[in-house]
């Protein structure tokens, strides 16, 4: 039996032999059995190391972070953090780092023990920090300042601290202003522009377009009706404004937040226009007339009635927007209110319109009232009376005058009356040659008939015979016959005296003074 050694326990013979116990070995077998030897060890000490990197990477801190997180300027940002580990976790904490500065500063944010349960922000991050899920940050409320690096730290009690990094974006929504003022005025037929700036956007806005009244404006360059109105050219350009482009104009961002819109007012002034005026009428005296006329404008138009110069008074009142209506009423028509009615508005843009109307009033009134009904049975009982008072007063005078006519002729009136009232038997030759010592009588034979116009004159017959008592040399003469005393016209008849009559006629000539003229031509 051997006894063991332990110099060369373990080892086959050959490797015995090799370090002295046995001789006979080469020396090319003592390399070779060193190199069996030296891999034997490298393997054993190849597994000994896999197995203890198995094991601390079991137990080491890994952390699960993005490397950007995109948030709004003002609201809520939440920086997702997740890790996992075989250690017992002592302390999560944030920071935030300066990075533009070479010692790359840090700023504590947040902090939190797990075994005391103290969780606490700092500074400008009190109130708006917090831990959330298993080691997320919240920031509310974010500010400018807020965006940059920050580093979460994880501190085991066996591997010390790990920490990752990860940047927080804070996007910022543009602001828009529009003018040149709100609202904005301009004028018919001037050319303006639009102006839309966009301020603080973050990053920067990808669209701009503007829209009027609800409905996109397509820019058709620099010779159409608008140009701009783009990303490049953000104002819009409007030629030769007319009253339809008046109205609401927006202008419209897209940004990666969200959109974001600002509007303005365009009020365009244009001269007024007369819409609409009443036909013309005809109408009876004392009609109810309503003539209106509408027109637009901006400013508010301002509208006049005037008839052959002379301005009237009407009711005016707006009906809507720049639009204004005036009445012009006439209550009772009378006939000189015929005529050309003229309607003029103007607002202080551009020329005055006007536009004309006519009215024309005929025949009598359709319908009497009470009230006219008494003024016509008033007027008509008046001029009745006065028309009874100027006859009465034309009586009185007729009958003054013909008794001053009496008067003055009272001989010839007595002779006739003589005449007409003689004693029977009485020889009227005899009469006459009794008053020869009278001047010398002239007569007058009538050559036509004549019809007295007046009371004063007398009815002639052609070939009645009458006595001239005055005016043979005028247009008028005063005759006698039948017993009357009145004018007769000098051309109607022809001179004759009373030796003529005496020597044409019979004896009976003193006919000449009987009561009617047919009894007096018997006698001639």
Not at 149 to 155: F, G, H, K, T, V
Not at 228 to 237: D, E, F, Y
């Given at each position: 039996m051997r006894k063991w050694d332990a110099n060369t326990a373990g080892l086959p013979e050959p490797g015995r032999q090799a370090i002295g116990m046995g001789g006979g070995l080469t020396r090319c077998e003592?390399?070779?059995?060193?190199?069996?030897?030296?891999?034997?060890?490298?393997?054993?000490?190849?597994?000994?190391?896999?197995?203890?990197?198995?094991?601390?990477?079991e137990n080491a801190v890994s952390i699960n972070l993005p490397d950007a997180v995109k948030a709004t300027l003002g609201d809520t940002a939440t920086l997702p953090a997740k890790y996992s580990t075989g250690y017992r976790v002592i302390s999560i904490i944030w920071h935030k780092v300066d990075i533009d500065s070479t010692s790359q500063q840090r700023r504590s944010v947040f902090s939190y023990v797990p075994d005391l349960n103290i969780r606490r922000a700092y500074g400008v991050y009190k109130g708006r920090a917090q831990l959330v899920g298993q080691a997320s940050l919240r920031i509310d409320r974010t500010t400018a300042d807020d965006e940059g690096?920050?580093?979460?730290?994880?501190?085991t009690d066996e591997q010390g601290t790990d920490e990752k990094f990860i940047r927080l974006e804070l996007h910022v929504p543009p602001k828009l202003e529009v003018g040149p003022s709100n609202p904005y005025i301009t004028t018919w037929g001037k050319t303006v522009s639009l102006m839309c700036t966009v301020r603080d956007a973050k990053p920067n806005i990808t669209s701009l377009y503007w829209e009027k009244d609800g409905g996109r404006i397509e820019a058709n360059g620099y010779k159409g009706k608008y140009?701009?109105?783009?990303?490049?050219?953000?104002?819009?350009?409007?030629r030769r404004v007319t009253r339809a482009d008046a109205g609401l104009y927006t202008c419209f961002v897209h940004h990666p937040v969200r959109p974001a819109a600002e509007s303005m007012l365009v009020r365009v002034q244009y001269p007024a226009s007369i819409i609409s005026i009443s036909d013309s009428m005809k109408v009876s005296v004392s009609d109810h007339v309503t003539f209106q006329c509408v027109a637009d404008g901006n400013p508010t138009p301002n509208i006049t009635w005037s008839k052959n110069g002379r301005l009237l008074r009407a009711n005016s009142y707006v009906l809507s927007g720049d639009v204004r209506t005036s009445s012009l009423v006439l209550n009772t028509v009378e006939a000189n209110d015929s005529g050309t009615y003229s309607c003029a508005a103007t607002n202080g843009v551009g020329q005055r319109q006007i536009r004309t109307t006519k009215l024309s009033v005929t025949g009598i009134q359709k319908e009497i009232t009470a009230t006219a009904l008494a003024i016509v049975i008033g007027a008509?009982?008046?001029?009745?009376?006065?028309?009874?008072?100027?006859?009465?007063?034309?009586?009185?005078?007729r009958r003054r005058r013909r008794q001053e006519e009496r008067k003055k002729f009272a001989f010839y009136y007595d002779i006739g009356s003589r005449r007409d009232h003689g004693t029977p038997g009485t020889n009227?030759?005899?009469?006459?040659?009794?008053?020869?010592?009278?001047?010398?009588?002239?007569?007058?034979?009538?050559?036509y008939d004549y019809k007295p116009r007046d009371d004063n004159e007398l009815r002639l017959e052609a070939g009645d015979v009458l006595e001239v008592l005055e005016g043979e040399a005028g247009d008028w003469c005063l005759g006698f016959t039948a017993g009357r005393v009145g004018l007769f016209p000098s051309n109607y008849v022809v001179f004759i005296s009373a030796s003529e009559v005496i020597d044409i006629h019979s004896p009976d000539v003193c006919c000449l003074s009987d009561g009617h003229s047919d009894h007096t031509k018997d006698g001639v």
């Open positions: 003592d390399v070779h059995i060193v190199r069996r030897l030296f891999k034997m060890l490298l393997i054993q000490i190849l597994i000994g190391t896999i197995f203890l990197e198995d094991c601390e990477a690096m920050y580093a979460l730290s994880i501190m140009s701009g109105g783009n990303v490049k050219s953000p104002s819009l350009i409007i008509t009982a008046g001029g009745l009376w006065f028309l009874i008072c100027l006859c009465l007063l034309g009586y009185a005078l009227e030759g005899q009469d006459l040659r009794g008053q020869s010592a009278l001047p010398e009588r002239r007569y007058a034979r009538a050559m």
